[in-house]
């Protein structure tokens, strides 16, 4: 019973650990403080537990790696938005200057 605790607790806090960083990213509006690395790190590691889980067929693993996988989509579809916007505003006082 002790064990089926931590466990549980270990995913729910495994699941949602980056939703602080995707919130500070969406309240800054800007991703300088953000490693892309450790996005694509732990991206690659959910994907992969996932497909572990499926092989598995235990669909604990895959609910929580599915779930932890939704959370690094959308962290790393939020560092490619404000990059890609944060190089557009660097081009445009670059070309203002000119």
Not at 4 to 24: D, E, R, Y
Not at 73 to 92: F, G, N, Q, V
Request: charge should be positive.
């Amino acid at each position: 019973m002790i064990w089926t605790i931590i466990g549980s607790l270990a995913a729910i806090l495994t699941m949602f650990g980056f939703v602080p960083q995707i919130i500070k990213m969406i309240c800054t509006k800007h991703v300088k403080d953000v490693s892309l690395g450790t996005i694509i790190q732990f991206t690659i590691g959910v994907s992969l537990w996932t497909l572990y889980g499926l092989h598995l067929r235990d669909w604990i693993i895959v609910a929580a790696n599915a779930v932890n996988l939704s959370t690094q989509i959308i962290a790393l579809s939020l560092y490619t938005h404000y990059l890609r916007r944060d190089k557009m505003i660097s081009l445009e006082k670059v070309s203002d200057k000119l």
